[in-house]
């Protein structure tokens, strides 16, 4: 398994505002996933973190409103730009195991409450 | 758009008893199908996943899969409150390839 870390765990942002999530595995991994939870719902996939390469984001998602980076095999961001109410979610970074066998393992998550 | 489905609950199962989570998927290219449980505030974590059309036994929790129906389910049997939790069936490709699609979730209750 793969053992990862998200902050802040929580936040209050104001509309407009941006902010910053870090995600830290404890073992390299080719790929990061962002995904987003909103309440009482399933998990969206927002994009894909490669090292070295440009995040691959998903239909309704784009790099202006969610961008990423992906410094290291261990290390990703995702930051929320100009965040709005709708924005109010949990935000969960995810990385695949050693294992190779596809499965994901996540982070603890940070709840975003916009104001 | 690839698809994965599963019954929408809530569910409520007597302690001891045999609970059934269920699932279906669109993509008959998917190749691999995870079961995680997600308590109340955490994250998902996993439980279980299959490659193989049958059934795959771990403790007290079986998968099964069946390609041909796109079907896959969840059996936990000897249900304990502490099972009590939402459970996200996912879809991915061959392994380690493709993303994963999570369905929307079933919530179980465990009655003591």
């Known amino acids: 398994s793969a053992v990862i870390s998200q902050k802040p765990s929580r936040d209050i942002c104001q509309r407009g505002t941006s902010l910053t999530i870090q995600c830290q595995v404890d073992?390299?991994?080719?790929?990061m996933f962002w995904y987003r939870q909103q309440p009482g719902q399933s998990l969206t996939l927002i994009a894909t973190a490669n090292q070295g390469s440009e995040a691959t984001y998903e239909s309704g998602f784009v790099i202006d409103k969610f961008p990423i980076s992906r410094p290291n095999l261990t290390f990703s961001t995702l930051t929320v730009s100009n965040m709005s109410p709708e924005d109010s979610s949990i935000y969960l970074c995810s990385a695949e195991g050693q294992g190779n066998t596809g499965e994901l393992f996540f982070g603890e998550g940070s709840r975003l409450t916009v104001l | 758009q690839k698809e994965v489905e599963q019954n929408s609950g809530p569910l409520s199962v007597p302690e001891g008893a045999i609970a059934s989570l269920n699932c279906t998927y669109s993509?008959?290219?998917?190749?691999?199908f995870f079961w995680y449980r997600q308590y109340s505030g955490k994250s998902p974590e996993l439980i279980m996943f299959?490659?193989?059309?049958g059934d795959k036994e771990d403790g007290r929790f079986t998968a099964q899969l069946n390609k041909a129906s796109q079907y896959v389910s969840l059996l936990i049997r000897d249900s304990q409150p502490s099972d009590s939790a939402t459970y996200l069936c996912a879809g991915g490709g061959a392994w380690g390839n493709e993303k994963l699609t999570f369905g929307t979730g079933t919530r179980l209750t465990i009655i003591p």
């Open positions: 073992s390299q991994v080719t790929m």
């Open positions: 993509d008959r290219g998917s190749q691999s």
């Open positions: 299959i490659y193989s059309n």
